[in-house]
């Protein structure tokens, strides 16, 4: 669990509740990590191992068993530090982060199956890229404005950075179904209704 139950109760309710002011159907998907990339850093610290002994051998006296000693030494330290999400955001560019936060962020909306609906809303929330995306249906990206559904994001960041996930979700789910009600109010809902409205993956 990301977020504890009682918060994720809390975050479940606020969806319900702005799930009342519109039909469109509003979704949200909380995860850890949108790139993960364990492959990448365990091969990098294996081949930084396999290069150690070279220089040790041209440049020093050391025997093959401290050599050897010092290969797995720079094994693990690899392994351990590259495990450690904080180095990874550092290492892994800005760019391929947002660009991992995006295309994961399109495959959930059709995993949720609202790429079925006409004008039902995703938000994806990745927290170790600090990344924010909502995702709207064909009918919604026609009735709102990119630049309104930016607005959302950009409000819910800093609290999001500052480690308040439940209040940057809250205020999403209430954003987002504000901007909805105008242009699809309450009524038959677009799609069946959802059981569950907040996941975490």
């Keep these: 669990m990301i977020v504890d139950p009682a918060a994720a109760a809390r975050i479940e309710a606020a969806y319900d509740e702005a799930q009342l002011k519109t039909r469109a159907p509003i979704m949200c998907v909380l995860t850890s990590a949108s790139i993960s990339r364990d492959a990448e850093f365990l091969l990098g610290a294996c081949i930084l191992a396999l290069a150690t002994p070279l220089p040790l051998l041209l440049f020093t006296d050391l025997s093959a068993q401290r050599i050897y000693i010092a290969q797995l030494l720079v094994a693990i330290l690899a392994g351990v530090i590259g495990s450690v999400p904080w180095v990874r955001r550092l290492i892994v560019p800005k760019r391929a982060q947002r660009s991992a ?35 709207p249906a064909e009918d919604a990206a026609k009735a709102v404005a990119q630049e309104q559904w930016q607005s959302a994001v950009d409000d819910a960041l800093p609290p999001l950075a500052a480690g308040e996930t439940e209040a940057a979700l809250t205020g999403l789910a209430d954003r987002c179904a504000d901007l909805l009600a105008k242009p699809f109010p309450p009524g038959a809902p677009a799609e069946p209704p959802q059981r569950q409205r907040f996941h975490q993956i």
């Design 101 to 135: 936060g995006h295309r994961a962020a399109l495959a959930q909306f059709v995993v949720r199956g609202l790429d079925r609906s006409q004008c039902g809303v995703l938000v994806y929330v990745s927290l170790a890229e600090h990344y924010i995306r909502i995702v």
